[in-house]
T-cell receptor
Framework: KAGVTQTPRYLIKTRGQQVTLSCSPISGHRSVSWYQQTPGQGLQFLFEYFSETQRNKGNFPGRFSGRQFSNSRSEMNVSTLELGDSALYLC?????????FGQGTRLTVV | TQLLEQSPQFLSIQEGENLTVYCNSSSVFSSLQWYRQEPGEGPVLLVTVVTGGEVKKLKRLTFQFGDARKDSSLHITAAQPGDTGLYLCAGEPPSGGYQKVTFGTGTKLQVIP
């Protein structure tokens, strides 16, 4: 059974640009959550999607958005990138409360 | 908002020593998970505990869920360098709502050979 796949693994962007990250959950998992992880703030919840609907949202500005497709694959988008957006972005798919994480996308904003 | 506090925040020990990491909350959880994360990788699920007072063992790791399902501990016996990593606990809120899983603040463990 394939795990959670995130693409790309690494990304370098310039301030002001936008970026789209992709997440393919484990087959059969309908819940996908996104997290931002930085050394100073730890693991911070961005949003959760379930059956194409945003079910929960963390405390992040509107520049951070996401969506989920009918096949449960999810994307998150960050517009007008800032230096502080540099982080490891993790996606997790869930079934019955247990979250299974992808390897993450390391985003560096320069 | 449900919060999970982990202690200690950092731990550096010699190979062969024992250690315990704590995960505490004032909220009740229907289940609690422990994850280990290595640098640059996503967290990997180690165990899920569901019943108050439950104890689970995974080789040299022993996990316990508090009787009131508000706290948990992770005990590592004879730590090895391969145990180095960030340990995260995560709690699932009681069923009936759409509240998200809450992650703890993390414990960074370094085992020195």
């Amino acid at each position: 059974k394939a795990g959670v796949t995130q693409t790309p693994r690494y990304l370098i962007k310039t301030r002001g640009q936008q970026v789209t990250l992709s997440c393919s959950p484990i087959s059969g998992h309908r819940s996908v959550s996104w997290y931002q992880q930085t050394p100073g703030q730890g693991l911070q919840f961005l949003f959760e999607y379930f059956s194409e609907t945003q079910r929960n949202k963390g405390n992040f500005p509107g520049r951070f958005s996401g969506r989920q497709f009918s096949n449960s694959r999810s994307e998150m988008n960050v517009s007008t990138l800032e230096l502080g957006d540099s982080a490891l972005y993790l996606c997790a798919s869930s079934l019955e409360g247990e979250a299974f994480f992808g390897q993450g996308t390391r985003l560096t904003v320069v | 908002t449900q919060l999970l506090e982990q202690s200690p925040q950092f731990l550096s020990i010699q190979e062969g020593e024992n250690l315990t990491v704590y995960c505490n909350s004032s909220s009740v959880f229907s289940s609690l998970q422990w994850y280990r994360q290595e640098p640059g990788e996503g967290p990997v699920l180690l165990v899920t505990v569901v019943t108050g007072g439950e104890v689970k063992k995974l080789k040299r790791l022993t996990f316990q869920f508090g009787d009131a399902r508000k706290d948990s501990s992770l005990h590592i016996t004879a730590a090895q360098p391969g145990d180095t990593g960030l340990y995260l606990c995560a709690g699932e809120p009681p069923s009936g709502g759409y509240q998200k899983v809450t992650f703890g603040t993390g414990t960074k463990l370094q085992v020195i050979p």
